[in-house]
């Protein structure tokens, strides 16, 4: 059949043109807007959810990327032929869809769209006004069809923002992982904890299994209410029983966590140890329904083990340049930015420079007051490369920082808020980028870095 798409851009338009007709309409929260039934449809027309595969679906407020990756990467080092799904993306929409860390090609997504969209045309052609096919639920029937073409055999997937309303939820998951779950996404989600944590307790499956690291109280009083309505058995994970810090090391950090002892995990942030507990801990239970290593055997301890140790997730508090020593990080809120700066703590020299991109429904006044507070200059900056994201005002944003700290500019683009912060810093100095994910995705483009692979 010919491909209907002529390139990825192509294709991309495609899976949002549903949706950009509700452009500029008010949205409603997810329980009264968000609607999985044309996802649905695809996947039962095409029968994408009929091979048998063990299924992961992760949700959370942070740290549900980092775990999705980590999990994938110990699934694959246990034998697996796994899949993984997570949003967003650094560089290319193809990052969202992996086959044991190998992004799909941009040939296979133009031809696996191209074959879906005349059953994705008939069933946006019988829609009500205000009803859209999800981007979210076309990816995953592109991901569901190549994954059935590359044999996966278990799939490890990031939800949204929430998870009952979540098309990539629709999945028959035996397994849900929860990542700390805080105040986010109000308009959409509710502004308690209580709303927030219901709306990500809705991948519970029924008959399943669940496991969440340390929460609130209430969180977790909502977790157990729904794995007890779905007769699934859920556990949290004791903060006794999660990973510790012991040193960082020039590839990441060393940690400790149960039977596996000391090991290295290739990843800067100390956040990550909470979110490879969490993977260690899915991955048992997922392996467990899968033949393979035994659990008990020392060949499992040494795959989690190597697996740990070589896991790349592109743009999480990572080094991208050497004299001046240069790190970035999705940092955008307060607890992001101030875990950004400890976990570099034995790291950091001066002259020690700040660029920061916080959008502008984020608390970027309290954000640029935790940079300012550490470091000798702050550059803002910002780029226009997602519609969704939008930063303050370059005039309000340098009168807020400039309340904290005296040496403050602003710079139009990265690669002048780059030029400006090198010079600053100089060959012995650090520079610090916690950005929006969509200007982290130009500063690994910048720095000609490719994550095809994983």
Not at 33 to 50: M, W
Not at 243 to 260: A, C, D, F, K, Q
Not at 392 to 405: F, K, M, Q, S, V
Request: proline share 5%; hydrophobic share 45%.
């Amino acid at each position: 059949m010919d491909a209907r798409f002529a390139s990825e851009g192509d294709a991309i338009e495609y899976i949002f043109y549903s949706m950009r007709k509700l452009r500029g309409v008010e949205r409603e929260s997810d329980d009264r807007s968000r609607d999985t039934t044309p996802t649905i449809r695809l996947l039962n027309r095409r029968n994408l959810l009929g091979t048998p595969r063990e299924y992961a679906v992760i949700t959370g407020s942070k740290g549900k990327g980092s775990t999705t990756a980590i999990m994938a990467k110990i699934m694959a080092k246990l034998g697996h032929t796994v899949g993984m799904i997570t949003s967003p993306h650094m560089v290319s929409w193809r990052e969202r869809i992996r086959v044991n860390g190998r992004a799909i090609p941009a040939s296979d997504l133009i031809r696996i769209l191209s074959d879906l969209a005349p059953d994705i045309d008939d069933i946006v052609s019988g829609m009500r006004e205000k009803q859209y096919f999800s981007p979210q639920g076309i990816f995953l029937a592109v991901a569901l069809q190549w994954f059935d073409e590359m044999g996966v055999n278990a799939a490890v997937l990031e939800v949204g923002r929430g998870g009952r309303f979540d098309d990539i939820a629709v999945v028959p998951n035996k397994l849900s992982l929860f990542t700390p779950i805080m105040l986010e996404h109000v308009k959409q989600l509710g502004d308690t904890l209580e709303q927030i944590a219901w709306h990500k307790a809705g991948i519970i499956k029924p008959q399943s299994y669940a496991y969440s690291v340390p929460q609130a109280s209430s969180v977790l009083d909502v977790l157990q209410a729904e794995a007890d309505a779905q007769d699934a058995e859920f556990a949290w994970i004791a903060p006794m029983d999660m990973g510790e810090y012991v040193r960082s090391t020039e590839r990441g950090i060393v940690m400790r966590l149960g039977r596996y002892g000391e090991l290295e995990l290739s990843m800067l942030g100390r956040y990550q140890i909470d979110n490879a507990t969490l993977a260690v801990q899915g991955a048992g239970n997922m392996h467990s329904r899968l033949p393979g290593i035994p659990h008990g055997a020392p060949e499992y301890v040494q795959a989690v083990r190597d697996a740990l140790a070589n896991v790349t997730w592109p743009g999480r508090l990572q080094q991208l340049e050497r004299q001046p020593n240069v790190y970035i990080d999705g940092a955008t809120t307060v607890v992001a930015a101030r875990s950004f700066l400890q976990s570099l703590t034995d790291r950091l020299t001066h002259p020690l420079i700040a660029i920061v991109a916080t959008p502008v429904d984020r608390d970027y006044n309290s954000v640029y007051q935790v940079f300012a507070q550490a470091c000798d200059a702050l550059i803002l900056t910002e780029n226009h490369i997602s519609a969704n994201v939008i930063f303050p005002d370059p005039t309000l944003a340098l009168e807020t920082a400039r309340r904290y700290h005296a040496d403050v500019q602003f710079a139009p683009t990265l690669t002048d808020a780059l030029t400006h912060a090198r010079a600053k810093a100089g060959a012995t100095g650090t520079v610090l980028i916690g950005a929006a994910l969509p200007v982290v995705g130009e500063a690994l483009q910048l720095a000609g870095l490719s994550f095809e692979q994983i």
